[in-house]
């Protein structure tokens, strides 16, 4: 990850302070911090004073910047008089206790590739590290934590926390607040009670515990794991590469799920209900209840698994490829669209299968092509057609041609349906609009 060298004005004397940053979020949130120092001291509204561990701090005068240098490492209680705290080269790892900080208050600290312990207490501040591992404790203030390539412990408080733990192997304990992680590295993120929104895209191989209303937007590899209510954006695949999503919920929540583009994905609704989006070149195997939807592309729903009944739909908004919806041991209610399609029901409780003359042809200009590989399967499966026209089945049921033990019947818009080793159709297993 990009960083570099920020130099920041120091201690009285026209000392300055080069900080190594690792980390790309980090190196530039350390920039604006040496910018608003520099700003500072060129105005004459500054004041700085450095000081080793066990030493006595001088109060601050109040200026725009009062900044506290530690030159070793340590533990450092920062005085409520001071807005700005950084480590010298010289220093080592640092624990950093801002607790008694008040609310309304606003620390900025930046320590260097020694990393740190930082506990926030109520006021508000950002914690920039250059490297090394970090724990971070957050409070009821409102904090951006960034960090670099070390492997760092965050745990956000109950204030709003905007994360960017880096590219190493983190832990992320969401809190109370409305948080919002960038995660770039292998990362464990465990939700709060609050609401979370994570962009995962970059990174890889993480896990997610989600308890409050969430966004994820994943990265491959990833397993997102929610209590609440989630909307997950999977991953998406690159060149000879495939997305993988893992998406589980453990309660009765509602979720939502956008597979990636040229992606496999795993979604189980748990005891709650989800709508599923599929995406061109996306296989998605679920489980569970809700609606199923396939737009454009190639696309396999395979919900075989699931014992709850589903809807399954193939848009008709869009122009798809080869699409294929397959349902469990439930009775699910499969609605065709245009295209190239397959259907399949499953074993157990009647199925519906929906066919509708506005749904397989006119937004894109072509007529259906549908399978249903497994009519035989239940004896409670049923057909529907609608809007066909007067007579509707027995005009469908007329044009029936059997071929190798498939028969095949031509709807009024010449969209035509295949039922796989079916010889014979059973004019009561269809019902028209």
């Known amino acids: 990850m990009a960083g570099g060298i920020v130099t920041v004005v120091g201690a009285a004397g026209g000392h300055s302070i080069p900080v190594t940053v690792n980390g790309s979020q980090a190196f530039s949130l350390a920039q604006a911090y040496a910018s608003a120092v520099a700003s500072a001291s060129s105005s004459g509204s ?19 910047v009062d900044m506290l240098v530690a030159t070793t490492g340590g533990a450092f209680t920062i005085p409520s008089s001071y807005n700005y705290f950084m480590t010298d080269t010289t220093a080592g790892k640092v624990i950093v206790d801002n607790s008694a900080s008040a609310a309304g208050s606003n620390l900025q600290t930046l320590v260097g590739t020694a990393g740190a312990t930082f506990i926030a207490g109520n006021g508000d501040g950002t914690f920039i590290s250059g490297g090394g591992n970090n724990f971070f404790l957050g ?3 409102a904090y951006t934590v960034a960090t670099s ?12 926390t905007l994360i960017d733990p880096g590219t190493g192997n983190n832990y992320v304990a969401l809190g109370s607040g409305s948080d919002t992680v960038s995660s770039t590295g292998t990362d464990t993120i465990i939700g709060g009670t609050g609401s979370a929104n994570i962009d995962a895209s970059e990174g890889q191989n993480g896990l997610f515990q989600l308890i409050g209303r969430s966004t994820v937007f994943a990265g491959s590899g990833d397993t997102i794991n929610a209590s609440g209510a989630s909307t ?7 060149s000879g590469s495939t997305g993988s999503t893992v998406f589980n ?11 990636g583009t040229n992606s496999v994905a795993t979604v189980n609704s748990g005891t709650g209900t989800a709508t599923v989006f599929g995406s061109n070149d996306s296989n998605v195997t679920f489980t ?24 399954g739909f193939v848009s008709n ?15 699910d209610t499969l609605v065709a669209g245009p295209g190239h399609e397959t259907l399949s029901g499953g074993s157990g409780a009647g199925n519906l299968f929906v066919i509708a003359e506005n749904g397989t042809s006119p937004s894109v200009g072509a007529s259906a092509s549908i399978t249903i590989s497994d009519f035989g399967s239940s004896a409670g499966n049923l057909v529907a057609l609608f809007g066909y026209g007067a007579n509707e089945v027995s005009t469908a049921l007329a044009t029936a041609k059997t071929v190798g033990g498939n028969t095949t019947i031509t709807l009024a818009d010449s969209s035509t349906v295949t039922f ?14």
């Open 317 to 331: 908004t869009v122009s798809p490829g080869n699409v294929s919806i397959a349902g469990g041991t439930g009775a």
């Open 232 to 238: 997950v954006f999977g991953a998406s695949g690159g």
């Open 288 to 311: 569970g209840g809700g609606v199923l939807v396939a737009g454009v592309g190639n696309e396999t729903l395979n919900g075989s698994g699931s014992t709850v009944g589903f809807a």
């Open 420 to 433: 796989t080793n079916i010889s014979t159709l059973d004019p009561t297993k269809f019902v028209g609009g």
């Open 46 to 64: 500054y004041f700085s004073s450095s000081v080793g561990f066990g030493a006595t701090v001088p109060a601050a005068p109040g200026s725009s």
């Open 139 to 141: 409070g009821a203030g």
């Open 249 to 259: 919920e453990s309660g009765s929540a509602t979720l939502q799920f956008i597979a």
């Open 149 to 160: 390539d070390g492997n760092d412990s965050i745990f956000a408080g109950s204030g709003n």
